[in-house]
């Protein structure tokens, strides 16, 4: 009984771990991101991705009670100004239950970048968002690229590197 109960486990295990490899790589490569409705945070529909091909898209999903997310701020905020002219948009989407709770995130924290929330409650189900906070870098043919999840100062080199790599991609 044991060992059922033991290759249950490990087939479940199997069966899981290639379900999210299968979605990361799905995503990850040269794949478009999943279409989602999103609107600001007054209400008003936001633009979509397919409207900003030619320029870099950097996704971050994020949430008013995660530590890691509130670190990311500044770092979002620096690219943008540091890449907003050569064709960077950072577009922050949120996912608190309560909105209330994002805008008194953001009114401690301005930001100089997109804020929309997820007005259809699939988008980050669609994106496959397993960790807070979310990366999805998007290049200019509007496929994504990158694919990350949390967020520690350490990687932020290698993060601006990729944007700047992908800044500097013909169309």
């Known amino acids: 009984m044991i060992k059922q109960i033991s290759l249950l486990i490990s087939v479940s295990l199997i069966f899981f771990l290639s379900m999210v490899t299968s979605v990361r790589a799905h995503l990850e490569g040269n794949t478009p991101p999943p279409h989602c409705e999103l609107a600001s945070l007054d209400g008003k529909p936001a633009e979509d991705w397919k409207t900003m091909k030619g320029e870099v898209i950097y996704i971050d999903f994020w949430a008013s009670w995660c530590p890691p997310c509130a670190k990311s701020f500044p770092f979002m905020s620096q690219l943008m100004q ?56 998007i290049d200019k043919r509007g496929l994504v690229r990158h694919i990350h999840r949390g967020f520690r100062a350490g990687e932020t080199e290698e993060l601006r590197g990729l944007i700047e790599q992908l800044l500097q991609e013909e169309l």
Not at 84 to 111: C, H, Q, Y
Not at 128 to 135: D, F, G, W
Request: aromatic share 8%.
């Open 82 to 137: 540091e890449f907003k002219d050569k064709g960077l948009k950072v577009i922050g989407i949120n996912l608190d239950e309560n909105l209330e709770d994002a805008k008194k995130f953001l009114a401690k924290r301005p930001v100089n970048f997109s804020i929309v929330v997820d007005t259809s409650k699939r988008c980050a189900q669609d994106f496959n968002v397993m960790a807070m906070p979310s990366t999805y870098i």
